[in-house]
């Protein structure tokens, strides 16, 4: 579940971005489904992986057709 404090936030926030005021509801069901598709699409950078990136040794994986 999600806390008051952070309904109010994301209230706020989504009445800055879009103009609108939005019930506790809707906001608690928009906070949720953005969760979630932070949750899907997040993916930790591994520490080798940056090594690479910086010593010029990473490789491009090559397109799957």
Known sequence: MISEQAIKDFKAIWK???GEEISD???TEEAL?????LDII???VRKQWVEDYDNG???R????V
């Open 25 to 27: 509801e809707k906001a």
């Open 57 to 59: 040794t990473h490789r």
């Open 33 to 37: 489904n953005f969760l979630r598709f």
């Open 42 to 44: 997040y993916r930790p």
């Open 61 to 64: 994986q090559p397109k799957k």
């Open 16 to 18: 800055k971005q879009f």
